[in-house]
């Protein structure tokens, strides 16, 4: 069992992967400044911290409080099309805010480090689904911040021979996804039609995308901790789905009779975006379990139970 800490756990994914950890006997602290997670979401066997990685002295008071053995860092700006408008901002939160966590004493202690990147560092590729000897060319500031990421984790691991799990995840999806600031299609298309509004697409529709559900995501990023893994993985379904697609399938699971309205195209989204998983399964033994199909049932019943919640109080 580790002492762990892991940046971003009262967020969407970063609150599911808290739970996984607790649940396998590690002991869990949490910093997060709660710009997109929530309160709610941070477990009480965790120790919870709030505040931000841009901050030098809150990272440095938390590292050595904590003294964690294994980071899970997932605090981050995620939002594409905003990292388009201020990539200074992006940047400060994903490139600096990671220096902030290299830059402690403690840091150099660590027995690993694992990084949630993301697809958006290819950019658009031919090879398709992308594996992850494919050219890295982010069409985003957003991507390129991940990208940058990478570079500054992996050269401080090779540095202080600590093992750096990079996990590329593809499009990730699943209950606790915020509709709203820098949520995920299946959260802000399943929001919409539970309301009796019609999902709005970017451009024609025919993008596609890798939807990996969240719990198969916590999976990955368990396992790589499990098996001291050092490298660059995919961590999604290697399979297509057009957003087109993705909205008549949630449309029938919410039996909404609403028709996707269009709109012009963000700049800073690839057309195709699709992940190999192959490494990960070869070297990590992980595989998606969760289909499209029963990952989107899951999370529009966990929209819906929100949505009583909310009626009910």
Not at 25 to 52: M, N, P, Q, Y
Not at 189 to 199: H, I, M, N, S, V
Not at 242 to 263: C, D, F, G, M, W
């Amino acid at each position: 069992m580790s002492k762990v800490l892991v940046t971003g756990g009262a967020g969407f994914i970063g609150s599911h992967v808290v739970e996984a950890l607790l649940e396998g006997g590690d002991t869990v602290a949490i910093l997060d400044d709660l710009s997109t997670g929530k309160k709610e979401w941070v477990h009480s066997k965790a120790r919870f911290f709030e505040g931000s990685i841009t901050d030098p002295k809150t990272v440095e008071r938390v590292m050595e409080e904590v003294k964690p053995e294994i980071i899970h860092h997932l605090a981050a700006h995620k939002d594409v099309r905003v990292s388009v408008n201020q990539p200074a901002h992006d940047a400060a939160v994903n490139i600096s805010g990671t220096l902030n966590l290299l830059a402690t004493p403690q840091a150099r202690e660590l027995k690993q480090i694992v990084f949630a990147s993301s697809a958006a560092v290819y950019g658009d590729t031919v090879e398709i689904p992308t594996p992850e000897t494919a050219s890295t060319k982010p069409q985003s500031p957003y991507g390129i911040s991940k990208l940058t990421g990478e570079h500054y984790l992996r050269w401080f691991g090779a540095l202080h021979k600590i093992p750096v799990a990079v996990l590329r995840f593809a499009n990730v999806y699943g209950p606790r996804q915020d509709p709203y600031g820098e949520g995920g299609v299946v959260a802000v298309f399943t929001e919409r039609l539970l309301r009796g509004k019609a999902p709005v697409i970017f451009g024609d529709g025919k993008q596609t995308r890798d939807f990996v559900f969240v719990g198969d995501v916590v999976a990955a990023m368990r396992v790589a901790t499990q098996e001291n893994s050092d490298g660059i993985f995919n961590i999604g379904t290697g399979k297509e789905t057009s957003v087109n697609e993705l909205a008549a399938q949630l449309a029938a699971i919410t039996k909404s009779a609403r028709k996707p309205t269009h709109t012009a195209l963000g700049a800073g989204d690839p057309r195709r975006s699709v992940l190999d998983p192959t490494k990960a399964r070869s070297d990590l033994g992980w595989r998606p379990t969760i289909p499209l199909a029963n990952g989107l049932e899951e999370t529009v019943a966990w929209f819906r139970s929100q949505s009583s919640q909310t009626t009910q109080n």
